[in-house]
C-alpha cells in the first residue's frame, strides 16, 4: 500500500497501541528487553541507545510505531532507526528510503541509511528464477546485517530489534528443511539472538502473525511501502511464501503457521537443554577437544562439541558438509587420525584428543 497521503504518525502509533500493545508480543525479547534496560539505569549511568531496523514495509513500521509508542515508562525513545538502501529496485528503492525517512522525521527519531555499493541491474518485479542478474538472497542478507553491525559498533549500541512476524518462522522452517538443517538451524528467527561481540538481536513480533499487523496497521490510519520483487519468484522464500505456505496450510486444514510456530519453540528448548549438556562436559579447551568426556555419549553432544572446535579454528577451516560427517565418525572412534581441513591444515587425533596442525 503505497500512497501520497502522510499520515500524523504519531496519531497512527496511538492508534495502533489500541489494538496491538506489548502485551501481545513475545515474552522472551520483551522480558530481555526490560532487563537489559533495568541493568543499565541501576548502574547510574544513561541507559545506551537502541536501534531497529526498518524497510518501510508493513512489519517493521508496526514494530517502529508500537516501540515508539510504548517508549515513555518503558524503554524511552532515545534509539536509532536504521533502514539499509540494496539498490536493486532504482526508484522504489529510493522511494523506500524516502518513505522511512519521513516516518522517522515525523516521530521525531534518527534516522540512519546505508546503501549497497554492490547494487546490480535493476529487478523486475515479476523477475523469474532464470533472472540471475542479481544478487542471491545469502548475499542480500550479509549486506544488510553488516550495515547493521558497522553502525552498531559505531554507535556503541547493543541491542537491535528486527520486526519478524509468525509467518517468517514458517518460512525460514521450510527454507531450511530442503537444504537439512538440525534443531539449532529450526528454531530460528529466535526472539533473543544473543553475538559473541556482545550484540543482542531481539524479534518481538513472532507472537503476530502478518494478517493481523497489516489490519491492525489499516485500521489505524498507516500506510506503508510493498516490495514489488515479493510478487516474483526469483528468490527462495517467494516462492516458499507465494506457492507452498497457502498449499501447506489448505493441506493441513488447520493453522500451520501456529503450528510452525510451536514447534520452532520446542526446538529451541531442546537446543538449549543440548548446549547446556556441552557446557557442563568443558570439552574444548585451549583449542583442542578432549575426547574423553564424550565416549558413549549420543551422537547429537558430540556433534555440537566438534562444531564448537571448529569455531575455536574457524579461519583454518574449509570442510563441507560431507567432511564434516567424516570428522565426526573419526572422533566418535577416537583413533588416531589425520584430517585435513583445507589449504591451512589438518585435524589430529592423538593422545585422546583433537587438535589442529597448520600444513
Excluded at 201 to 230: C, H, I, Y
Excluded at 277 to 284: I, K
Amino acid at each position: 500500500m503505497a500512497t501520497k497521503k502522510h499520515p500524523d504518525w504519531s496519531a497512527v502509533a496511538e492508534a495502533l497501541v489500541k489494538r496491538i500493545n506489548h502485551g501481545q508480543l513475545h515474552p522472551t525479547a520483551m522480558q530481555r528487553a526490560l532487563a537489559e534496560h533495568r541493568r543499565e539505569c541501576r548502574g547510574g549511568g544513561k541507559p545506551s541507545r537502541w536501534a531497529l531496523a526498518f524497510s518501510g514495509g508493513a512489519d517493521s513500521l508496526a514494530l517502529l510505531l508500537i516501540f515508539w509508542a510504548e517508549g515513555p515508562g518503558r524503554w524511552g525513545r532515545d534509539f536509532v532507526v536504521m533502514h539499509f538502501n540494496h539498490r536493486l529496485r532504482g526508484r522504489a528503492a529510493d522511494g523506500d528510503e524516502e518513505f522511512c525517512r519521513r516516518v522517522c522525521a515525523d516521530l521525531g527519531v534518527r534516522f540512519v541509511v546505508g546503501r549497497w555499493n554492490r547494487a546490480g541491474r535493476a529487478l523486475h518485479p515479476t523477475a523469474g528464477p532464470k533472472a540471475r542478474r542479481t544478487p542471491s538472497e545469502a548475499q542480500l542478507r550479509e549486506a544488510r546485517l553488516a550495515f547493521f553491525q558497522r553502525e552498531m559498533k559505531k554507535r556503541r549500541i547493543r541491542l537491535l530489534w528486527l520486526a519478524h512476524q509468525r509467518d517468517d518462522i514458517a518460512e525460514t522452517m521450510l527454507m531450511r528443511l530442503a537444504r537439512g538443517s538440525g534443531a539449532s538451524g529450526l528454531a530460528a528467527p529466535r526472539p533473543v539472538q544473543e553475538f559473541t561481540d556482545g550484540r543482542i538481536f531481539l524479534r518481538p513480533m513472532l507472537t503476530l502473525k502478518k494478517e493481523e499487523l497489516v489490519l491492525a496497521l489499516g485500521q489505524s490510519g498507516a500506510t506503508w511501502r510493498e516490495d514489488a520483487s515479493n510478487a516474483g519468484t526469483l528468490h527462495f522464500r517467494n516462492r516458499i511464501r507465494r506457492q507452498v505456505v497457502p498449499a501447506w496450510q489448505k493441506a493441513a486444514g488447520r493453522d500451520a503457521i501456529g503450528g510452525a510456530a510451536l514447534t520452532r519453540e520446542l526446538l529451541e528448548e531442546d537446543d538449549a537443554a543440548l548446549e547446556s549438556w556441552v557446557d557442563r562436559l568443558r570439552a574444548v579447551r585451549r583449542g583442542k577437544l578432549d575426547l574423553g568426556p564424550l565416549a558413549g555419549l549420543p551422537v547429537g553432544v558430540v556433534r555440537r562439541a566438534l562444531h564448537r572446535w571448529l569455531l575455536v579454528v574457524r579461519p583454518h577451516t574449509d570442510l563441507s558438509r560431507q567432511g564434516f560427517e567424516l570428522l565426526l565418525g573419526a572422533v566418535r572412534r577416537g583413533a588416531p587420525t589425520r584430517f585435513s581441513l583445507g589449504r591451512s591444515g589438518f585435524a589430529v587425533i592423538r593422545k585422546g584428543c583433537l587438535a589442529f596442525c597448520k600444513a
